[in-house]
């Protein structure tokens, strides 16, 4: 075998290596970022207004630490994007129930000024 053939062949190898390699990166920052919207929905009291969905992103920010740890990072970076989803689904639902609950308090002030208004209170 030539020496232009043996470069030919063991380039093939190697390029095939180095594409493996690159084609999926360490997905770090999407965890970090999930982790993150976790604590946005703590804040937003989605432990009352939305436990099970907070839940579900705890328990993926949690499992794409552990596939980060063992090299998996594609399931890492998909449990990575679960958990973002869950944790913006559970900050929403508890945006949700706080605007609720201040348009029944304001429904009820309406309430109480067009009693008064009207004279139907004693």
Known sequence: MTFLRMKI??????LLLLA????TPMPTGDVDRSALLVEGAL?????????????FA????????????????????????????DAELAM???????????ADAQAAENAKLRAELLGDLP
């Open 9 to 14: 062949h063991l380039a093939g190898p190697i």
């Open 20 to 23: 493996a390699c690159a084609s």
């Open 43 to 55: 804040a937003a009291e989605a432990a009352v207004y939305a436990p099970v969905e907070l839940r």
């Open 58 to 85: 705890q328990e993926r920010v949690a499992q794409a630490r552990e596939a980060l740890a063992a090299g998996d990072h594609k399931r890492a970076a998909r449990l990575a994007a679960q958990a973002a989803a």
């Open 92 to 102: 929403a639902r508890a945006r949700v129930a706080h605007l609720r609950a201040a």
